[in-house]
T-cell receptor, first 113, second 114 residues
Framework: GENVEQHPSTLSVQEGDSAVIKCTYS??????FPWYKQELGKGPQLIIDIRSNVGEKKDQRIAVTLNKTAKHFSLHITETQPEDSAVYFCAASIQGGSEKLVFGKGMKLTVNP | KAGVTQTPRYLIKTRGQQVTLSCSPISGHRSVSWYQQTPGQGLQFLFEYFSETQRNKGNFPGRFSGRQFSNSRSEMNVSTLELGDSALYLC?????????????FGPGTRLTVL
C-alpha cells in the first residue's frame, strides 16, 4: 500500500537552532500534505499544510517545501524554542484505498534551553 | 468555535470486556474519522463516517465498529477487548471529508486493557 517515510525519528537541538524534518511519499497522485504537532497527552494539532499547486509555504517560524518530482516534502522550524518540543507527524493524501491520509511514524523534537 | 471533543479521556478495561468511545466534531463538520495510535504502529486509520454512513474502513477486525448520529457525533465500539487494543484512540473531524479537507483531531481517549 501507499506509505510515507519520515526521518529522522528523533532530533535534539539547542534553543535558537533550526530543525528540519523530511518526508517522502509513494503515491504520485498525492496532492495534500499536512503537518501535525503532538504534545504529550494531547491530540495532533495541525500546524501547517501545503497543496500540490505550491512549492513552499511559510507561517512565521515554520515553513514547508514540496518537491513533487522527487516526492518529498520538508518542515523547517527556525529559531526553535523549548515549547516547540513535541512529536511532529507528516501526512500525505492518497487517492486509492479507504483512508484519505497516510501518516509518517513521527519525529520527536527536543529543544534544549 | 469549540474543537473536537472526546469522552472519556481515560479508560481501563479488562480482556473480554467491551468499550464505547464518543467523539463530538467541530460544529458544522460532517465527517468523522477514527484512528488508533500506538508507539509501534503510529497512526492507523479505523473508519470514517459521513452523514451517518460509514464511508471508509481500515484494516481492523470486526470487533471494531462505529456509528454516527444525525448531529454528526460519533461513537466507536470495541468488543471482546484484547491486550493489544491498548492505545490512544483519536477522532478527527473535517467539513466534507474530501481528501484535501483539513482534519482536526480531538485529544484522544487513552484505553488500557489489563
Amino acid at each position: 500500500g501507499e506509505n510515507v517515510e519520515q526521518h529522522p525519528s528523533t532530533l535534539s537541538v539547542q534553543e535558537g537552532d533550526s530543525a528540519v524534518i523530511k518526508c517522502t511519499y509513494s503515491d504520485s497522485a498525492s496532492n495534500y500534505f499536512p503537518w501535525y504537532k503532538q504534545e504529550l497527552g494531547k491530540g495532533p494539532q495541525l500546524i501547517i499544510d501545503i497543496r500540490s499547486n505550491v512549492g513552499e509555504k511559510k507561517d512565521q517560524r515554520i515553513a514547508v517545501t514540496l518537491n513533487k518530482t522527487a516526492k518529498h516534502f520538508s518542515l523547517h522550524i527556525t529559531e526553535t524554542q523549548p515549547e516547540d518540543s513535541a512529536v511532529y507527524f507528516c501526512a500525505a493524501s492518497i487517492q486509492g484505498g479507504s483512508e484519505k491520509l497516510v501518516f509518517g511514524k513521527g519525529m520527536k523534537l527536543t529543544v534544549n534551553p | 468555535k469549540a474543537g473536537v471533543t472526546q469522552t472519556p479521556r481515560y479508560l481501563i478495561k479488562t480482556r473480554g470486556q467491551q468499550v464505547t468511545l464518543s467523539c463530538s466534531p467541530i460544529s458544522g463538520h460532517r465527517s468523522v474519522s477514527w484512528y488508533q495510535q500506538t508507539p509501534g504502529q503510529g497512526l492507523q486509520f479505523l473508519f470514517e463516517y459521513f452523514s451517518e454512513t460509514q464511508r471508509n474502513k481500515g484494516n481492523f477486525p470486526g470487533r471494531f465498529s462505529g456509528r454516527q448520529f444525525s448531529n454528526s457525533r460519533s461513537e466507536m465500539n470495541v468488543s471482546t477487548l484484547e491486550l493489544g487494543d491498548s492505545a490512544l484512540y483519536l477522532c478527527a473531524s473535517s467539513f466534507s471529508g474530501q481528501r484535501t479537507d483539513t482534519q482536526y483531531f480531538g485529544p484522544g481517549t487513552r484505553l488500557t486493557v489489563l
